[in-house]
């Protein structure tokens, strides 16, 4: 792949084509991401989409065409699974706050696994299954009492709304009794996100399918499923080093082995959002104007936080450069440091804070890589009126729109004009009970 082209397509083109600021999304560097993870993974190590990092349906198909299943966290999410034609028995729904309305749309649809994260969650989902005559498949979210370091964010080991603490599990042998309408089939953990190195995870893994095990053994249910979680990491940052699908897969290799040889029959899932399609995404924005200040030089772009909170650093602590390059135009000249920032009014509104780039002018299209997972989704979209970006997925040398970009109309449609400065319509007696 070249700099400034995507499968013979320029970047260029696209953008013209279909205006800035424009997500890009290579179908094929998803494809081989997930190829390459499949094909070093032990082939009983099921993969499941995490919607939350990119629900796109488009980009839900093109996965599932390629063999992932989904995990999802809202009825949206649902609806886009089954419509991007993920089968419910692929599908499975974890969530510390799931809705009366979302429950039901679980076994309405028949997905694999409602994974529930409180004693009150299974409370309700016993109590509409009953009203519906069905039984639920159950899988518990255990906070487990361990944590292993080396993840952006560690989940075990502490409170968390995620989950029910394993010391409570275990101290509710009878759980699987006090309901009528469940049925317990499975254990879920999740460690963390953004996590780079193969020994962390597959250290996770081994200990979660002992927790699984041990759990499931306590409480007296058979182990149908164990969701180890996921949360692979892609680099991002100076110094830091993608995964390494193979050292991974020779990692896992034993445990999971050891595991499946005593359980036959116990379905493993893996649930990824960021390592599926981060790597795909380009985020191409262009620069309106360029500017001096007090010495520094700034490239003004369309695009910025509103579509890409973590590309500007917000919730980080030090602000990081995600990579940056010229898709076109960029003068040729020496190196200059830039800083990009983008249309908002807020200082935070910053892509990059010392760019290393050429001479840029007005017209200059950047691109932000490694951008296809939490951007829009993850972004205050409606930040200013800006609303969401146009997509497009670039799939066998041919460009598909599958997104539109937000209008000031789409922004305003769902908002309510009322008149205000009329006054209340004076009831027959309303005037008389002032008085
Ligand atoms: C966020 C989340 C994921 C996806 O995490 P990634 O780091 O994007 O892979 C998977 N499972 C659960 C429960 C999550 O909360």
């Excluded at 991401?33 to 990092?53: G, N, W």
């Excluded at 009825?75 to 809705?99: W, Y």
């Excluded at 004693?119 to 509409?128: A, K, N, S, T």
């Amino acid at each position: 792949m070249s700099d400034t082209e995507i499968q013979g397509l320029t970047f260029a083109d696209l953008a013209r084509e279909h205006g800035t600021p424009l997500f890009v999304y290579d179908g094929d560097v998803l494809e081989s991401q997930y190829r390459r993870l499949r094909e070093h993974l032990h082939p009983r190590l099921e993969i499941f989409f995490s919607l939350k990092a990119n629900p796109n349906i488009s980009l839900c198909a093109l996965l599932h065409s390629l063999g992932a299943r989904a995990e999802v966290c809202s009825l949206a999410e649902l609806v886009t699974a089954t419509r991007a034609g993920v089968a419910p028995g692929d599908i499975i729904f974890p969530g510390p706050g799931k809705s009366p309305a979302e429950l039901t749309a679980c076994l309405d649809t028949g997905v694999y696994a409602i994974i529930c994260e409180s004693f009150g969650e299974l409370d309700l989902l016993d109590r509409i299954a009953g009203e519906r005559g069905l039984i639920a498949p159950v899988a518990l979210r255990v906070n487990p009492a361990f944590a292993v370091k080396g993840s952006g964010l560690t989940m075990g080991g502490k409170p968390r709304q995620f989950g029910i603490d394993e010391v409570q599990l275990d101290a509710a042998p009878d759980l699987v009794h006090r309901y009528r309408n469940l049925r317990f089939m499975g254990i879920h953990a999740y460690m963390g996100t953004r996590i780079l190195d193969e020994g962390v995870i597959a250290e996770n893994t081994r200990r979660i399918l002992a927790l699984a095990q041990r759990l499931s053994e306590r409480l007296g249910f058979a182990l149908e499923m164990v969701d180890i979680g996921g949360g692979l990491g892609v680099a991002y940052f100076d110094g830091e080093r993608d995964l390494d699908p193979a050292l991974l897969g020779e990692g896992l290799e034993p445990i999971i082995a050891e595991f499946t040889a005593a359980h036959p029959e116990t379905r493993l899932v893996m649930e990824l959002g960021r390592y599926l399609t981060a790597l795909a995404g380009t985020y191409a924005v262009r620069v309106r104007y360029v500017k001096t200040s007090l010495g520094q030089q700034f490239a003004i772009t369309d695009g910025g936080t509103h579509h890409h909170m973590a590309a500007v650093g917000i919730g980080s602590f030090v602000k990081r450069d995600f990579p940056l390059r010229v898709l076109a135009g960029g003068e040729t000249g020496p190196v200059e440091s830039w800083t990009v920032t983008g249309p908002l009014c807020t200082p935070n509104d910053t892509l990059a804070k010392h760019a290393a780039l050429p001479p840029l002018r007005p017209g200059d299209l950047l691109g932000v890589t490694r951008s296809g997972a939490y951007g829009p989704t993850a972004s205050p979209v409606l930040f200013l009126g800006h609303g969401g970006p146009a997509e497009v997925l670039v799939h066998h040398g041919r460009a598909y729109r599958i997104r539109e970009r937000d209008t000031a109309e789409d922004l305003l449609r769902p908002q309510y004009l009322h008149d205000l400065t009329a006054r209340a319509v004076p009831g027959p007696t309303s005037e008389g009970t002032e008085q």
